[in-house]
């Protein structure tokens, strides 16, 4: 409901705001024969992550609520939590497969910053240093949005003594 009108309006608005930045940056004088229309694959690229996100990010709060009946998805008043799960963990049987995966992660996008981003500076890949700047773009969204779903509770909590200090502890 939200995605389609605003993927369609930013790239409705993409093409006079790149048009009024080119001609503000870029004069005549400095010899630039470029035009400032994105290219077909950059088209495609902002289109998949426009829709792709909001897609993937709506997948667990389904899931959450089609794993319950109707009646305590939609019930705002009661809570949410059912009962109280202790896990006693064997150490010689845990699963690694997550701590690889993120390592290989890790690994990879070090070696794209440390190798790759000095190696397209020195060749003057345009491209792929605009790439690997996306990527460590798009890393540095995932670890602010991380950072903040840590650190929401304690924000709360801070801003509701900061901004309603007025008011009687029963009514924060």
Same mark, same amino acid.
């Given at each position: 409901?939200?995605?389609?009108?605003?993927?369609?309006?930013?790239?409705?608005?993409?093409?006079?705001?790149?048009?009024?930045?080119? #001609? =503000?940056?870029?004069?005549?004088?400095?010899? /630039? $024969?470029?035009?400032?229309?994105? !290219?077909?694959?950059?088209?495609? +690229?902002?289109?998949?992550?426009?829709?792709?996100?909001?897609?993937?990010?709506?997948?667990?709060?389904?899931?959450? #609520? =089609?794993?319950?009946?109707?009646?305590?998805? /939609? $019930?705002?008043?009661?809570?949410? !939590?059912?009962?109280?799960?202790? +896990?006693?963990?064997?150490?010689?049987?845990?699963?690694?497969?997550?701590?690889?995966?993120?390592?290989?992660?890790?690994?990879?996008?070090?070696?794209?910053?440390?190798?790759?981003?000095?190696?397209?500076?020195? !060749?003057?890949?345009?491209?792929?240093?605009?790439q690997i700047f996306f990527a460590i773009l798009i890393a540095m969204l995932y670890g602010l949005s991380l950072l903040a779903?840590?650190?929401?509770?304690?924000?709360?909590?801070?801003?509701?003594?900061?901004?309603?200090?007025?008011?009687?502890?029963?009514?924060?």
């Amino acid at each position: 409901m939200f995605v389609l009108p605003s993927v369609i309006a930013g790239f409705a608005l993409s093409f006079p705001t790149l048009r009024e930045v080119y #001609a =503000l940056l870029f004069t005549k004088d400095m010899g /630039l $024969d470029y035009t400032p229309v994105p !290219s077909t694959f950059a088209i495609f +690229q902002a289109l998949l992550i426009g829709i792709l996100i909001p897609i993937i990010s709506s997948i667990v709060p389904i899931q959450a #609520a =089609l794993a319950k009946n109707l009646n305590d998805s /939609l $019930d705002l008043n009661r809570s949410k !939590s059912q009962a109280i799960n202790i +896990q006693i963990l064997d150490p010689n049987k845990t699963d690694m497969g997550s701590y690889i995966v993120f390592g290989l992660v890790g690994v990879i996008y070090g070696l794209g910053i440390y190798y790759f981003l000095p190696l397209a500076m020195l !060749s003057f890949n345009f491209a792929l240093i605009l790439q690997i700047f996306f990527a460590i773009l798009i890393a540095m969204l995932y670890g602010l949005s991380l950072l903040a779903f840590n650190l929401q509770r304690f924000m709360e909590i801070f801003l509701t003594y900061l901004l309603l200090f007025w008011e009687k502890s029963s009514m924060r």
